[in-house]
């Protein structure tokens, strides 16, 4: 019986990075295209998907919020986050033109990655759900005067002209987009297994105490254990209001001696510590 084929979800279409990067990552793989974040990551987590492929912060736009939020109240661990390298390109139906665009839609990542070419040429924006959605919507209006802002692969698929090529601001335009899986290592499949990076950082999130000085005593004892936090940035819990939870990216892994009495110690200052997974820092998706 032939193997089946990995099932790896994703929010978005065909066309959109976050697509290209399931195929970097699984290229084997049947990807389940999804309308949003938490319908990947449920996928997963009610096992019809074997892993999902989400984007966790941009190097121009910042932390992808919603996924933070999904690893604060969900279950799954992430067992790699790999780079992908962005260009996003000017899309209109054939013939369009800078000059004919007046509206642009797209994701609001990449609306914010394009920032300043926007404000330059006067668009008005419209916040879509995905890149890739976006374009395949100014395919279907087949208006000269509405663009999308996606990748040069999405104006192949959907019948686009590309009308300007890499406009976003930053010229080392790169995504990190995390793999997700679920806890129980007995029913994550081999061909997930192999992509499993070799632990050298963690990702961690913690809630505080509520007295003076908890969040300063939490970061001292993370350092006083030899701990260096790349990332630190704080997140508001969506059910309570004016409470945060603090997201980290530590290097190093806390499956040792010194991770467990670090893990320990914080209890001290920590509502809540939740060990979201491990990766292999700077790891590249194609070239």
């Given at each position: 019986m032939?193997?089946?084929?990995?099932?790896?979800?994703?929010?978005?279409?065909?066309?959109?990075?976050?697509?290209?990067?399931?195929?970097?990552?699984?290229?084997?793989?049947?990807?389940i295209s999804c309308r949003t974040f938490r319908e990947a990551y449920d996928k997963v987590a009610g096992g019809i998907a074997e892993a999902?492929?989400?984007?966790?912060?941009?190097?121009?736009?910042?932390?992808?919020?919603?996924?933070s939020d999904l690893m604060f109240h969900g279950a799954l661990e992430v067992i790699g986050v790999f780079e992908l390298s962005i260009s996003q390109c000017l899309l209109g139906v054939e013939g369009s033109s800078v000059e004919s665009v007046k509206m642009v839609i797209s994701h609001p990542q990449a609306l914010e990655q394009c920032g300043e070419y926007i404000a330059h040429h006067g668009f008005e924006t419209i916040p879509y759900e995905n890149t890739a959605r976006a374009a395949k919507e100014v395919s279907n209006r087949d208006d000269v005067t509405v663009g999308a802002i996606a990748s040069s692969e999405t104006a192949?698929?959907?019948?686009?002209?590309?009308?300007?090529?890499?406009?976003?601001?930053?010229?080392q335009n790169v995504t990190r987009f995390a793999v997700f899986a679920r806890k129980d290592g007995s029913t994550v499949s081999e061909g997930v297994q192999k992509v499993r990076q070799t632990p050298k950082n963690t990702i961690m999130i913690f809630t505080i105490r509520d007295f003076a000085g908890a969040l300063a005593r939490a970061i001292s004892i993370i350092g006083k254990h030899n701990y260096n936090m790349r990332v630190i940035r704080s997140r508001p819990v969506k059910d309570?209001?004016?409470?945060?939870?603090?997201?980290?990216?530590?290097?190093?892994?806390?499956?040792?001696?010194?991770g467990w009495r670090m893990l320990e110690q914080l209890k001290t200052a920590c509502e809540k510590?939740?060990?979201i997974g491990t990766y292999t820092p700077d790891e590249r998706i194609g070239k």
């Open positions: 032939p193997e089946q084929k990995l099932k790896i979800a994703y929010s978005g279409i065909e066309g959109s990075f976050a697509a290209m990067a399931v195929g970097g990552i699984f290229p084997d793989a049947e990807k999902a492929v989400l984007p966790i912060e941009n190097s121009y736009a910042g932390e992808v919020g919603q996924v192949k698929l959907y019948g686009l002209s590309i009308l300007q090529y890499d406009i976003n601001e930053s010229s309570v209001n004016w409470q945060y939870y603090f997201y980290t990216e530590i290097e190093g892994v806390l499956d040792s001696e010194e510590i939740k060990v």
